[in-house]
């Protein structure tokens, strides 16, 4: 069995930036090289918990990159073109690995590598469904375990009736009527300003008095409207790739039938496994409930945005829908004690994983960097797709009008352009006068 390094992290520790500064040596002269026995490199280390190493190599050496459950994680700053002995042209490369952490699990000593749970109320309840709860008749204070569990499971219940309260009466009360709204403007102006057989009507158009309210329809202004939904989908990405991480990282822990199996404590406590009944609690009460919200939250968001009837309110509903998002890390703020928060950082989902080689890592790598870019054009191209296509607020139709309320717009600028104001006996004052003039 392999050496387990040794690690100074605490108990509690989390994933922090390191600072780290190198410092200058004399290389040979006669070297064609940067020599790996160069001066030592200190490190000035800010850190809450996970150590990391980094080491001094040369861009001839492979690139290497620590893999956490099968995700590839490679951090790297690189120093271009430093002439240490003013005659080097090598590249130098920090590269930050983090260390495996080893736990014995069934006799045997195994490497893995850790995951942190985010900090809010879904997972204060995965630490009261996996820890509190199973340990509280094991500890000789049970009151304190009791009222960890009870907070936790209060905290998330808050938040799903917070969550889904708000979702249907937004529906309700705000999204339908500004559906009723902006369809029934639409209807009028089709009435109004085409012909039977669908025909646009110049001279009608002139003279409609609804012009304002028809060309504030977001989709009149469709680049600005797919800027706005882009924007959206962004922030519900971040939702959903936080969410299936979660459901990935508990589908992924492998059973155990011992609840004393489920946590290893090492340099921090780590949930290694689960067992059936956990399983199935964080499925019902955590996994589910956050990926309902999550795409209900999402299309109905989009149907908004749609349905709006001004520009300004197209940005605060954006505005207002991420407030939804945010309930339950503003509760999880605003209620959870430091001690429970600090509890809920240093406990790691752990999986174990074997060594992987610099082309395995290197594969992984490019794995998800195929991924990222796929997430990106997909994005781009749902946009458009969406507005054309999918949303059932408006027809199609609406592109008869973008080139004539884009005209409407225009004249809508301010009365006075460019700079009103003038110098008058010797000070600064606006040149109203000309801008406002009185009488008729």
């Known amino acids: 069995m392999s050496h387990v390094p040794s690690d100074d992290r605490g108990p509690m520790g989390s ?20 020599s790996s026995e160069s001066s030592r490199l200190s490190n000035d280390t800010v850190s809450r918990g996970d150590s990391v190493t980094s080491q001094l190599v040369t861009k001839s050496e492979s690139e290497r990159c620590w893999v956490r459950s099968g995700v590839s994680f490679h951090h790297r700053a690189r120093r271009t073109a430093m002439n240490l002995n003013d005659s080097a042209d090598d590249s130098v490369e920090l590269i930050y690995e983090r260390k495996p952490t080893y736990h014995f699990i069934n006799g045997l000593q195994q490497v893995g590598y850790e995951y942190d749970i985010k900090e809010d109320a879904y997972g204060a309840a995965v630490i009261a469904i996996v820890w509190d709860i199973p340990f509280s008749q094991h500890t000789e204070v049970k009151l304190l375990s009791y009222m960890r569990s009870s907070f936790s499971f209060v905290l998330l219940f808050m938040n799903l009736f917070l969550q889904f309260a708000l979702l249907f009466y937004i529906d309700k009360y705000v999204v339908q009527e500004s559906l009723h709204h902006v369809q029934s403007q639409f209807r009028w102006f089709r009435q109004e300003v085409f012909d039977s057989d669908g025909v646009f009507q110049e001279d009608l158009w002139e003279h ?42 508990i589908y992924c822990l492998p059973h155990c039938n011992s609840f004393d199996d489920m946590i290893k404590a090492g340099d921090v406590v780590s949930i290694v496994s689960l067992t059936r009944y956990a399983r199935y609690t964080l499925w019902v009460v955590v996994c589910i409930p956050k990926l309902v919200i999550c795409w209900f939250l999402c299309f109905m968001g989009l149907r908004w945005l749609t349905s709006t009837t001004s520009h ?35 406990v790691k989902f752990w999986f174990h994983d074997k060594e992987q080689s610099d082309a395995d890592l290197q594969h992984k ?33 609406v592109d008869d009008v973008i080139h004539h309320c884009n005209r409407y717009m225009s004249e809508r600028g301010p009365l006075c352009k460019g700079n009103i104001w003038t110098l008058q006996e010797f000070r600064l004052t ?11």
């Open 15 to 34: 994933t922090h930036t390191m600072f780290v500064e190198g410092q200058r040596g004399r290389l040979s002269q006669n070297s064609n090289r940067l």
């Open 208 to 249: 409609y008095e609804n012009k304002g309210e028809i060309c504030n329809i977001a989709l009149t202004n469709p680049y600005f409207y797919y800027v706005i939904i882009f924007l959206w989908l962004l922030s519900m990405g971040t939702e959903f790739r936080e969410c299936s991480r979660l459901i990935m990282y």
């Open 312 to 346: 300004e309110e197209l940005i605060m509903n954006v505005v207002a829908m991420q407030f939804v998002i945010d309930v339950d890390e503003i509760i999880y703020s605003s209620w959870v004690p430091e001690c429970y928060r600090s509890m809920v950082r240093g």
């Open 365 to 397: 790598e490019l794995h998800d960097w195929f991924q990222a870019y796929g997430q990106v054009f997909l994005t781009f191209i749902f946009v458009p797709i969406y507005g054309k296509f999918i949303q059932d607020v408006l027809p199609s139709g």
């Open 430 to 440: 606006p040149a109203f006068e000309e801008c406002f003039p009185y009488g008729k």
